[in-house]
């Protein structure tokens, strides 16, 4: 696949810290803070008392400070929805703008800094890395089939580049293509506060516990985890050709040309481009009669943890 690095103005990190940031992340979040050992990472949302999402991010525990990894824009949001929480907790929660930036490494680059690690400071699939030399930074390698990761580092970008050989750098859709891959929606800030859990498939994911306690939105997360019926099912589609690129929806049509479902967005893939589709929850999984604005759609899959077997369908 293609290699590629995106700098930290891709990235908004927040951090938490101080003797209560378990307890007072634990209340709020809908992944179990509790049970993150120090030195992993867990995939995580926040929403709002209405069941919706605010905002998606990788939860890192490093040192017994906690850092929430998301797309640029999306902190503020979050940060000013926890506020009123925290003046009842021992802690302190920051935008990160310092002398630390997250990077995110893309196929063989991925590789090349995930070989320098000298050692794992955890255990477990979900364990951080310490690259060489970067003592006080870590490196988060996410699961799936194309190599990728996030890189927490004081290291600057030249520094970065000069380790993985001057790398090309990456788009922000480039990015999310490979979250596509892994089942991920990329939530930005004009999603915050839309859609449910489910909507998403985060509840499919890991985004969401459901044997934690309470937390904002647990009430009506649980009901429609246990007692919902969704309608609709996202999936991801390979488009033949470059999709339209102009503001509206596109909809999908099936052999007969009915219209069957929308393409929400699209992520260039190599040569190619994902889409992904919102669908009838009960539309069969033959994907390869679909077609968006007279572009065929070569494969498909269902949008959860399938994709990553089927990832390498994908491969440009």
Not at 14 to 25: H, I, M, Y
Not at 223 to 237: D, E, F, I, W
């Given at each position: 696949m293609h290699s590629f690095?995106?700098?930290?103005?891709?990235?908004?990190?927040?951090?938490?810290?101080?003797?209560?940031?378990?307890?007072?992340?634990?209340?709020?979040?809908t992944c179990n803070v509790c049970e993150l050992a120090n030195n992993h990472w867990t995939h995580g949302a926040c929403c709002n008392n209405k069941g919706r999402v605010i905002a998606a991010f990788v939860l890192v525990r490093h040192r017994d400070n906690f850092h929430l990894c998301m797309t640029r824009g999306v902190a503020p949001l979050l940060i000013a929805a926890l506020q009123k929480f925290l003046p009842f907790y021992k802690c302190t929660m920051a935008l990160q703008a310092g002398s630390y930036h997250l990077y995110g490494l893309a196929?063989?680059?991925?590789?090349?800094?995930?070989?320098?690690?000298?050692?794992?400071?955890?255990?477990?699939?979900?364990?951080?890395?310490?690259?060489?030399?970067?003592?006080?930074?870590?490196?988060?390698?996410?699961?799936g089939a194309n190599p990728c990761a996030l890189w927490w580092s004081a290291q600057p970008a030249s520094a970065v580049s000069q380790l993985c050989e001057s790398v090309a750098a990456g788009t922000n859709a480039q990015w999310e293509a490979l979250g596509l891959l892994r089942g991920l929606y990329p939530l930005s800030w004009q999603d915050s506060g839309e859609y449910t859990p489910q909507d998403l498939h985060f509840d499919a994911s890991g985004h969401v516990s459901f044997n934690k306690g309470c937390y904002t939105g647990q009430e009506i997360v649980a009901?429609?985890?246990?007692?919902?019926?969704?309608?609709?099912?996202?999936?991801?589609?390979l488009l033949a050709s470059t999709p339209p690129q102009d503001d509206a929806k596109p909809v999908l049509t099936d052999a007969t040309g009915t219209t069957v479902g929308t393409v929400l967005l699209t992520r260039p893939l190599g040569e190619r481009w994902l889409a992904l589709a919102q669908l009838p929850s009960d539309f069969p999984a033959a994907f390869d009669t679909l077609a968006c604005a007279g572009q065929t759609a070569v494969a498909g899959c269902e949008f959860d943890e399938t994709v990553i077997q089927l990832s390498t369908l994908f491969s440009p």
């Open positions: 690095v995106i700098g930290s103005d891709a990235f908004d990190v927040v951090t938490v810290s101080g003797k209560d940031a378990e307890r007072f992340l634990q209340g709020q979040l196929g063989e680059c991925a590789n090349k800094v995930r070989a320098s690690c000298t050692d794992s400071i955890g255990s477990g699939n979900t364990a951080l890395l310490q690259p060489a030399g970067d003592t006080e930074g870590w490196l988060c390698w996410l699961a009901r429609m985890h246990y007692r919902g019926k969704p309608k609709k099912q996202l999936c991801v589609l």
